[in-house]
């Protein structure tokens, strides 16, 4: 399986095409991300497993590092556009049922302190975009969100890479440790996106 991408995994652009995946997957949720970083975290524990240098697979922690910032300035610019979208894009939120839900219970959950929603929408499907571009959309403070979304994609790529990693140490560098890794990632997503969909409503936090 990794004769096929061997030439990307063991080059220094695999952290490049990443973070560019990563960072666009908030505009463009259909990018395979996820994928990305797993190919790549399995490509590391074939490395290590066989005794490769380390010069030639990803660096586990360069890799997590590196889908954690991708992660933290997707959401930032997403949140920047939105802050300054205007009247128009706040006419589009209002007719979006789930966008208007998704501020509503935004407000509730960074008024309260706690911005789980934050990190739960990261695994959801489409969940990093709609929470970013909401927070940005109702001028939530910077200070609220972004600490969040910085945990966010941390638990994100941190949690990414270890199923690939050892998803390859355990059932072996194989298309099938991937499909279940990717599997194991899908599925983290549909609890995500459950749970968000049972967060509380409440009144939204004022902008600053």
Known sequence: ???S??????SPWIYAVVAL?????????VLPSGVLVITAATASAA???????PQQVPDILALTLCA???SV????VAYRLAWAGGPRLDRAIARSRRLSTAQERLGTALARGGGTLVV??????AGRSVVSFSAGAAHRRARDFLPWSALAGLSWATYSVALGYFGAHWLGATWVATAVSVGALFAAGAVAGYLMRRAPRGAPLEGR
């Open 1 to 3: 399986m990794f004769e």
């Open 5 to 10: 991408v061997g030439s990307l995994t063991a």
């Open 21 to 29: 995946s990563i960072l666009l997957d908030v505009f463009v949720p």
């Open 47 to 53: 490395g290590s497993a066989t005794g490769g240098v």
């Open 68 to 70: 954690t910032t991708a």
């Open 73 to 76: 300035l997707g959401d930032l």
């Open 120 to 125: 739960l929408a990261r695994f959801a499907p």
